[in-house]
C-alpha cells in the first residue's frame, strides 16, 4: 500500500512539475527538438531528404512529415518509470542504474516508435492513426512495465546476494 500511494503522489507530482513553464522552456521543447533532430539523423543515414524542424520530421521529397508532440517524446514514459523506482524500496544507487537503464529503454523505443509512425503516415493514414493512438501508446507503457519489473527482479537479485 505504502509503494502505491508513494507512486501515485510521485505521479502527479511529477505531471505537474512537466507541465510548469520553466519545465517546457527548459527541458521538455529542447528535448523534443533534441528527439526530432536524432531522428532525422537517423532516417538520413538511408533517406537524405529526411530533415527535422524542431518537433517535426519531414520528407523532403513528399513534404509528409509528423510533429512530436507531447506524450509523443518520451518524457511521460519517463516520469511514470521514474515514480515507480523511486516509490520502490531500494537503495539509491539502485534507483540510478534503473534511472539510467529505463531512460534509455524507453528511449530507443520511442525513436522507433516516431520512425515508424513517420513512414506509415506517407503510407497509409487509416494504420498510421491506429499506430498512433493504440498500439505504439500500448508499446511504450508495456516497455515502462517490462524495464521496472526486470529492475525489481534484479534489485531482488542484488539483496539477495547481499544478505548471503
Not at 505504502?2 to 513553464?21: C, G, I, K, N, Q
Not at 537517423?42 to 510533429?67: E, F, K, N, T
Not at 516509490?87 to 539509491?92: C, E, G, K, V
Request: glycine share 6%.
Amino acid at each position: 500500500m505504502r509503494f502505491f500511494l508513494l507512486f501515485l503522489v510521485l505521479v502527479v507530482a511529477l505531471f505537474v512539475a512537466e507541465l510548469t513553464p520553466p519545465a517546457q522552456t527548459w527541458v521538455v521543447v529542447p528535448w523534443t527538438a533534441l528527439l526530432a533532430k536524432g531522428c532525422a539523423t537517423l532516417l538520413s543515414l538511408v533517406d537524405p531528404s529526411v530533415v527535422a524542424d524542431g518537433r517535426v520530421l519531414l520528407h523532403g521529397q513528399s513534404g509528409v512529415g509528423v510533429s512530436i508532440e507531447a506524450g509523443c517524446n518520451g518524457v511521460e514514459a519517463c516520469l511514470i518509470l521514474l515514480a515507480a523506482l523511486i516509490a520502490y524500496p531500494a537503495s539509491w544507487r539502485a534507483r540510478l542504474i534503473g534511472v539510467a537503464a529505463g531512460f534509455a529503454a524507453i528511449q530507443v523505443a520511442n525513436v522507433l516508435r516516431i520512425i515508424t509512425l513517420f513512414y506509415l503516415a506517407d503510407w497509409n493514414r487509416a494504420v498510421f492513426e491506429f499506430a498512433h493512438l493504440y498500439l505504439w501508446q500500448a508499446l511504450i507503457m508495456l516497455d515502462v512495465l517490462v524495464v521496472w519489473l526486470l529492475w525489481m527482479r534484479w534489485v531482488a537479485r542484488q539483496e539477495f546476494a547481499r544478505a548471503a
